[in-house]
């Protein structure tokens, strides 16, 4: 009877070992979790605000742009509307690049 009773012992104690190195795993990557998440979030948050900004400047930059070219295309001055959308940088035929 002693004998059955300390091979029990002895499993639930290998049971209770094995339990707690995982527990102990589990808090271990919990821990680096949280030290990475809250080291490395706040530097990509900075990096995309960082890159949001440099695209939207770079978008206002664009829309004045093709609003200055629409306006000088009214006006008469510079290349007419459809080039100034497309962007080429000339208006005018194909052809030659000079407008008729």
Not at 21 to 33: A, H, K, R
Not at 57 to 66: D, G, L, V
Not at 77 to 82: E, I, L, Q, R
């Amino acid at each position: 009877m002693r004998v059955l009773v300390d091979i029990v012992e002895n499993l639930t104690s290998s049971i209770r070992f094995i339990v707690g190195m995982l527990v102990l795993c589990g808090l271990g990557v919990g821990l680096m979790l949280t030290i990475g998440v809250s080291y490395v979030a706040p530097k990509a948050a900075d990096s995309l605000g960082e890159r949001a900004e440099r695209v939207s400047a770079k978008a206002i930059r664009a829309a004045q742009e093709e609003r200055r070219a629409k306006e000088m295309a009214r006006d008469g001055w510079g290349y007419d509307a459809a080039s100034a959308s497309v962007g080429s940088g000339r208006g005018g035929s194909a052809k030659d690049g000079w407008g008729d």
